[in-house]
């Protein structure tokens, strides 16, 4: 009798631990096409050249001819080679897509030059920022005069988009702190500033034509 109450007490036992399981399946079977189920962990910094060996491509870029979220304004042209210069040329030929800027938007392109471009252009454009001083900051050469140098001025803005975006001479690529839509509104913002530099000078230029008219 005594066994007998042992048996059931140990089967009873075992019902109770089968019970008390959750009734997952530890081990799956055979995974046909296991990447589809579980896919692997890419690290941004990490050395890919083992995937490589393993016959797996990865390069961490994005899909030729995609366009990432927030970069709506495709620049198409790339930077040249060292020695060349065929695109810095071709970009005179891009126009601006910002071709407007309401009260909002231009404070916005105000605060963006003012933050990236006015520690070496000058909050009035004028290469004086300071960087240069006076020729008394820390850097040697004055920075472009972006408004009163006809050459600035006559820079077309997909031009002075390729400077922005590739740098140029000492000036370093901003295509990492700006968008592209910023590097165009900041260059619309710029060019605004020129305009506004020559607009004086019209009605004086008037004045003179007609008073040459009536000699």
Same mark, same amino acid.
């Given at each position: 009798?005594? $066994?007998? #109450?042992i048996?059931?007490?140990?089967f ?6 089968v019970s008390?399981?959750?009734?997952? $399946?530890?081990k799956?079977?055979? &995974?046909y ?9 890419? +690290?941004?910094? =990490? /050395?890919?050249?083992?995937? @490589? ?17 927030? @970069? @709506? ?12 210069? =065929? ?6 030929? &891009? ?9 909002? +938007?231009?404070? @916005?392109? +105000?605060?963006?030059y ?9 909050a ?22 972006? &408004?009163? /140098? *006809?050459?600035? +001025? ?20 901003? =295509? #990492? ?8 509104? &900041?260059?619309?913002?710029?060019? #605004?500033?020129?305009? *506004? ?12 034509? #007609? *008073?040459?008219? $009536?000699?």
């Amino acid at each position: 009798m005594k $066994k007998i #109450s042992i048996i059931i007490a140990v089967f009873a036992a075992g019902i109770a631990l089968v019970s008390c399981g959750d009734g997952l $399946k530890r081990k799956p079977g055979t &995974v046909y096409m296991p990447d589809m189920g579980d896919s692997r962990a890419y +690290e941004t910094y =990490a /050395d890919h050249s083992i995937l @490589e060996k393993k016959g797996i491509f990865y390069n961490n870029k994005p899909v030729a001819g995609t366009i990432a979220r927030g @970069e @709506e304004m495709p620049f198409l042209l790339t930077k040249d080679l060292p020695g060349d210069t =065929a695109n810095y040329v071709a970009s005179k030929q &891009v126009a601006n897509p910002v071709t407007s800027l309401n009260a909002k +938007e231009t404070a @916005e392109a +105000e605060r963006l030059y003012l933050v990236n471009c006015g520690i070496c252009h000058g909050a009035k454009l004028d290469g004086n920022g300071p960087l240069y001083k006076d020729g008394k900051g820390p850097f040697p050469a004055k920075p472009a005069t972006l &408004v009163g /140098d *006809a050459k600035y +001025e006559a820079m077309p803005d997909g031009q002075m988009f390729y400077s922005v975006t590739y740098g140029k001479n000492l000036m370093g690529s901003y =295509a #990492s702190q700006l968008s592209r839509k910023q590097r165009w509104a &900041v260059i619309h913002y710029i060019k #605004s500033k020129q305009s *506004a530099g020559k607009a004086p000078s019209a009605p004086a230029a008037a004045a003179d034509s #007609s *008073a040459t008219a $009536k000699k």
